[in-house]
Each structure stands twice: as structure tokens, then as C-alpha cells.
């Protein structure tokens, strides 16, 4: 059951970063702005 946990929590980190890689080149970010949003909490 934890290992079944480990692997949905690893699908949706990996679907949260392609949602913000595809929302960055929606917006047409720079390399800058992206350091900017990534650092931010």
C-alpha cells in the first residue's frame, strides 16, 4: 500500500511539472522569469 502511495505521489509530481512546462511556454517565458516563478514559494 506505501509502495502504491510512492508511485501516485511520483505521477503527480511528474504531471505537475509538465503542466508548469507547458503553462511557461504558453506565456512565452524567458529563461529569467522561469528563475523567478521556480524560486518563489
Given amino acids: 500500500m506505501e ?5 501516485y505521489e ?3 509530481k511528474r504531471v505537475d511539472v509538465q ?4 503553462v511557461y511556454d ?3 517565458l524567458t ?3 522561469l528563475e523567478l516563478v521556480e ?3
Fill in 39 to 41: 524560486k518563489s514559494p
Fill in 3 to 7: 509502495r502504491d502511495k510512492e508511485l
Fill in 19 to 22: 503542466i508548469d512546462r507547458l
Fill in 26 to 28: 504558453l506565456y512565452g
Fill in 31 to 33: 529563461e529569467e522569469e
Fill in 10 to 12: 511520483r505521477q503527480i
